[in-house]
Structures are given as C-alpha cells and as structure tokens.
C-alpha cells in the first residue's frame, strides 16, 4: 500500500505561481510513476505530468509544457508540480497518484492505483 498526500493549493491571480507537493508514504520503494492529473466538476479526470519514480524521466501534457515542472525528491518520497503562468482554465482539483504496477509514463488515469485526496486551485482573472 502506498499513501497519497497533496498540498500546497490556493487561489492566485492570472500569471501568478504555486508549487503543490505530494507526499507518499508506506511501500514508497514498490513506485514506478507518479502522476499529476487534475479535473473540473463536471469533466472527466486530464493529465497533467508524470515522472518515473528512479530515474526522473518526465512527461507532459502538451498544453503544460514550458509551465509547468514536475520533479520529486526521492529522499522526502515526495514529488512536486511547479506551475508557473497560471490562467484561470488552469482552476482545478488537482490530484497526485502513484503507479507500482504498469511501468510506464502513462497519461491514462487508469494505469494509477493510489490517489490522494486533491487540493483545490482557483486561478481569478
């Protein structure tokens, strides 16, 4: 079992930046991926970034690239996600999930087993 803990969410204005943190716990060592994904009331779950737990690979969707950073620090067992020129389509739960089965730098929800609970970010205009 692996525990999902997010933090770091809040409101800002357009441009501004937040760094959210996740924080695991438990069989840490049995991590393959980490995946940021986030989702709107209404719409289904969309990716974010993913990061390959050992070597730090990473993967974004296109519309976060050059905004937003996800990186981890292996020694805390948390992983991170800048965001940097925030707009207001970027208001969302945002959510942190672990993959210690499939391996693979997947945006697919599916393929993550342990979620946390969320952190809410309202970006106003």
């Known amino acids: 079992q692996v525990q999902v803990v997010e933090s770091g969410g809040g409101s800002v204005q357009t441009g501004g930046s937040l760094r959210l943190s996740c924080a695991t716990s438990?069989?840490?060592?049995?991590?393959?991926?980490m995946g940021w994904f986030r989702q709107v009331p209404g719409q289904e779950r969309e990716f974010v970034a993913t990061?390959?737990?050992?070597?730090?690979?990473?993967n974004y969707a296109d519309s976060m690239k050059g905004r937003f950073t996800i990186s981890r620090d292996n020694v805390k067992s948390t992983v991170y996600l800048q965001m940097n020129s925030l707009k207001p389509d970027d208001t969302a739960v945002y959510y942190c999930?672990?993959?210690?089965?499939?391996?693979?730098?997947?945006?697919?929800?599916?393929?993550?087993?342990?979620w946390g609970q969320g952190t809410q970010v309202t970006v106003s205009s």
């Open positions: 999930a672990a993959d210690t089965i499939f391996g693979s730098l997947t945006s697919n929800p599916s393929f993550y087993q342990y």
């Open positions: 438990g069989r840490t060592s049995s991590i393959y991926n």
């Open positions: 990061i390959r737990w050992s070597a730090g690979t990473t």
